[in-house]
T-cell receptor, first 112, second 115 residues
Framework: QKEVEQDPGPLSVPEGAIVSLNCTYS??????FMWYRQYSRKGPELLMY????GNKEDGRFTAQVDKSSKYISLFIRDSQPSDSATYLC????????????FGPGTRLSVLP | GAGVSQSPSNKVTEKGKDVELRCDPI?????LYWYRQSLGQGLEFLIYFQGNSAPDKSGLPSDRFSAERTGGSVSTLTIQRTQQEDSAVYLC?????????????FGSGTRLTVV
C-alpha cells in the first residue's frame, strides 16, 4: 500500500461546478498537509497548506484535514477553465528538513 | 534569482550515456530538494541538501545517481550510464530554513528521455 493515495482522474467538470479532490494516507504521524497545482510542463506550485486537522479557506479554495480518518480534501468553488491542472497532495511529519510525500495527482479539466 | 531555474529544460540521451542536470535555487534558500516525476506517478524524493549538513541521499534509486551542491547554491544531479527507466521529469525545489514546513518552490523541471 502506498503511503499516500489519490485518484488520478481525469476528472472533468463544467465551468462553475464545485470540485472535490481527495487524498488518503496511511501514516498517522503526518501533520503538515499541502496541496499543489501543476500546469502542463510546469513545476508544482503551492496552493494551500494546513497543519493538523481542520479547515482552511483561501478565496475559492478550501482545504480540509481529517486526521482521524487519514483523509484530506481540497474543494474548489465556482471552478474556472484556468483551474484545469493536476492537483497533488503532499504531507509529512513534523521536523524541518524531512521531505514531503506526494500523492500521484488528480488531473482536473474544467470545461467552458 | 526570482525563481528556481533548471537546465536544460529537455534532454534526450542515448542509453548508457551520462547526463548532468542543473538547478539554480532561489537566492538565499538554504534547503534544496531533487524529485523525480514519472508519468502517472507521484513525485519521488531523491535527495535533500540543507546548508552545510550532510545531504539526505535516502531517495537515490541506485549508485548511478549522485548529486552535489557547490557553495550552498547551485546543485547538479548526475545520472551515469542512463537506462530507459530513468526517463522522467526531474524537479528541483528550494526553501528557506524555518519555512520548509510550508512547502517549497519548484522549478519547471528537466524532461529527460533516454532512447
Amino acid at each position: 500500500q502506498k503511503e499516500v493515495e489519490q485518484d488520478p482522474g481525469p476528472l472533468s467538470v463544467p465551468e462553475g461546478a464545485i470540485v472535490s479532490l481527495n487524498c488518503t494516507y496511511s501514516n498517522s504521524a503526518f501533520q503538515y498537509f499541502m496541496w499543489y497545482r501543476q500546469y502542463s510542463r510546469k513545476g508544482p506550485e503551492l496552493l494551500m497548506y494546513t497543519y493538523s486537522s481542520g479547515n482552511k479557506e483561501d478565496g475559492r479554495f478550501t482545504a480540509q484535514v481529517d486526521k482521524s480518518s487519514k483523509y484530506i480534501s481540497l474543494f474548489i468553488r465556482d471552478s474556472q477553465p484556468s483551474d484545469s491542472a493536476t492537483y497533488l497532495c503532499a504531507m509529512r511529519r513534523s521536523n524541518y528538513g524531512q521531505n514531503f510525500v506526494f500523492g500521484p495527482g488528480t488531473r482536473l479539466s474544467v470545461l467552458p | 534569482g526570482a525563481g528556481v531555474s533548471q537546465s536544460p529544460s529537455n534532454k534526450v540521451t542515448e542509453k548508457g550515456k551520462d547526463v548532468e542536470l542543473r538547478c539554480d535555487p532561489i537566492s538565499g534558500h538554504t534547503a534544496l530538494y531533487w524529485y523525480r516525476q514519472s508519468l502517472g506517478q507521484g513525485l519521488e524524493f531523491l535527495i535533500y541538501f540543507q546548508g552545510n549538513s550532510a545531504p539526505d541521499k535516502s531517495g537515490l534509486p541506485s549508485d548511478r545517481f549522485s548529486a552535489e551542491r557547490t557553495g550552498g547554491s547551485v546543485s547538479t544531479l548526475t545520472i551515469q550510464r542512463t537506462q530507459q527507466e530513468d526517463s522522467a521529469v526531474y524537479l528541483c525545489a528550494s526553501s528557506l530554513v524555518g519555512q520548509s514546513n510550508y512547502g517549497y518552490t519548484f522549478g519547471s523541471g528537466t524532461r529527460l528521455t533516454v532512447v
